[in-house]
T-cell receptor
């Protein structure tokens, strides 16, 4: 089993609230990724990181922000949640770009 | 042109049949190739890497055609448990991000 964890697994929150989705991995991987996926739809890369203090925006524009202060931790923050942010958010990590990516179990976010 | 393209399906295939998926990639300099499997409401997991010489893992065979820039996945003697979405994944090089295709949905029918 991969050692990458996301919390919370499920979150229902009101519009306008600030939320942080946590992602941690204990494998020492430099590369970390955040994907957004609606049910039955494709994965969209929204953020990635090559290592500490490195963050890049992905292919899908997102109002969320990320930080990478420690290798093992890659949290995603939404300053003001909206119903359009309702989705599943998946975190992943890999040793390098050309190696297997391990995924967390995801956070299902519902903004009401 | 998208970086990685797959036929979204769904492929509805009777149990025991052989099914093949193709995936094309746009960047000829891509170095690493994978097939992932994603079950409904679960996270993606690595099914197999794809090597230049082709590789086989049980009922699954993966092939790479660099000249035509596509990779393929062949599933023989399909089982009901093979029903899932199969994601084609490409990476330019060791320092680059991984790129997922949209996925191909497979339904194995009893």
């Amino acid at each position: 089993e991969a050692d990458i964890y996301q919390t919370p697994r499920y979150l229902v929150i009101g519009t306008g609230k600030k939320i942080t989705l946590e992602c941690s991995q204990t494998m020492g991987h430099d590369k970390m990724y955040w994907y957004q996926q609606d049910p039955g739809m494709e994965l969209h890369l929204i953020h990635y990181s090559y290592g500490v203090n490195s963050t890049e925006k992905g292919d899908l524009s997102s109002e969320s922000t990320v930080s990478r202060i420690r290798t093992e931790h890659f949290p995603l923050t939404l300053e003001s949640a909206r119903p359009s942010h309702t989705s599943q958010y998946l975190c992943a990590s890999s040793v390098e770009g050309g190696t297997e990516a391990f995924f967390g179990q995801g956070t299902r976010l519902t903004v009401v | 042109r998208k970086e990685v393209e797959q036929d979204p399906g769904p492929f509805n295939v009777p149990e025991g049949a052989t099914v093949a998926f193709n995936c094309t990639y746009s960047n000829s300099a891509s170095q690493s190739f994978f097939w992932y499997r994603q079950d409904c409401r679960k996270e993606p997991k690595l099914l197999m890497s794809v090597y230049s010489s082709g590789n086989e893992d049980g009922r699954f065979t993966a092939q790479l055609n660099r000249a035509s820039q596509y990779i393929s996945l062949l599933i023989r003697d399909s089982k009901l448990s093979d029903s899932a979405t199969y994601l084609c994944v490409v990476s330019l090089n060791r320092d680059d991000k991984i790129i997922f295709g949209k996925g191909t949905r497979l339904h194995i029918l009893p």
